[in-house]
């Protein structure tokens, strides 16, 4: 996907973001820029705090962008972020703590951290460390967000957490674009030129009345794309987080372990839909060895059944290819 320009917003918010010294007063509502004190101040010189966040914005970042680009465009998330975070929470309430600590999210526009070298990489959830770190630019911090922040919830937030890559992306894939609204990857997909958004209308999957992509239609057209082999010689993260090429050996035996973030997705609402939220989110911390003692046959033949399910949805939606 190209890089999204950052959309302009109204003089007024402008004017309460374009210098970090301004005072708190003058800042937007609830989100007031605080000078950093902590040991990581050189690096991280400035916090916003929220309700489920608390953000550590790089000099460097602030420097590259300029300081009235970059808190014109950390604006653009924060309007969104709380209400998406508390979405994820409620889709996992039952299987995550009630009382959850803000997260800590930093940001590395410029790319300090090895792991941003990786191309398809545009955020990642740091488990040992426990922060999230946003890389690219902030188009991209808005499609990658909620998914990392429910791993956040999913790996800390609970007394079992997730094990196995299939679970682990597949549940964050399955809140960020199925279960949740996502307003922040809503906005990502509004800004898309012109002939990117007819790419989408033609092929079923726009959201007319909010003028942008249709996330769950999205995420099943995606799917479906590399359940068809349709994407056979694309590179995509697998479910254990390895950049990979969708080859032919693949395509004929997809495994737990080497299918993309989207088809374990949508494999968690097939079984969503068939074996119930309860059964699936209390298995999340299964090895996928032992699916068959739960859903009664093993992942080799989910994956098949779910072929036909998604197949399914994806026609009656009126998609094509």
């Not at 040992?128 to 999913?154: C, G, M, P, Q």
């Not at 007819?198 to 249709?214: H, M």
């Not at 057209?221 to 080859?247: F, H, K």
């Amino acid at each position: 996907m190209k890089k999204i320009a950052a959309i302009l917003f109204i003089l007024s918010m402008l004017a309460a973001l374009c210098a970090v010294s301004t005072c708190a007063a003058e800042q937007p509502d609830q989100y007031s820029i605080e000078e950093n004190t902590a040991e990581n101040k050189i690096t991280y010189p400035y916090i916003v705090r929220t309700e489920s966040a608390i953000w550590y914005l790089a000099k460097d970042d602030i420097d590259l962008m300029g300081e009235d680009a970059f808190f014109e465009e950390l604006r653009g998330i924060l309007q969104y972020q709380d209400a998406d975070f508390a979405d994820a929470r409620a889709a996992l309430a039952g299987f995550i703590r009630e009382e959850t600590e803000p997260v800590e999210i930093r940001t590395d526009f410029c790319g300090k951290a090895g792991i941003s070298e990786v191309e398809i990489i545009g955020a990642y959830y740091n488990p040992r460390s426990n922060f999230i770190k946003l890389f690219r630019d902030w188009e991209v911090a808005k499609a990658a967000l909620l998914h990392e922040y429910v791993h956040y919830l999913t790996l800390h937030c609970t007394d079992t957490p997730v094990t196995h890559g299939l679970f682990a992306e597949g549940i964050a894939e399955y809140i960020n674009a199925i279960a949740c609204k996502n307003r922040m990857r809503r906005d990502f997909f509004k800004s898309l030129s012109e002939e990117e958004k007819n790419f989408f209308r033609v092929r079923g999957a726009w959201d007319t009345e909010e003028d942008c992509v249709d996330l769950q239609l999205y995420e099943f057209g995606v799917a479906e794309s590399y359940a068809q082999g349709i994407a056979e010689g694309t590179e995509y993260l697998s479910t254990m987080d390895v950049p990979t090429v969708r080859t032919p050996e693949i395509q004929q035996n997809p495994t737990a372990e080497n299918i993309s973030h989207e088809e374990a997705a949508c494999i968690l609402a097939y079984l969503v839909e068939t074996y119930s939220r309860e059964t699936v989110f209390s298995h999340l911390n299964m090895d996928p060895a032992d699916m068959e003692k739960v859903f009664g046959e093993p992942f080799a033949d989910i994956y098949e059944h779910w072929k036909e399910w998604n197949s399914k949805h994806f026609s009656e939606a009126g998609m094509t290819l």
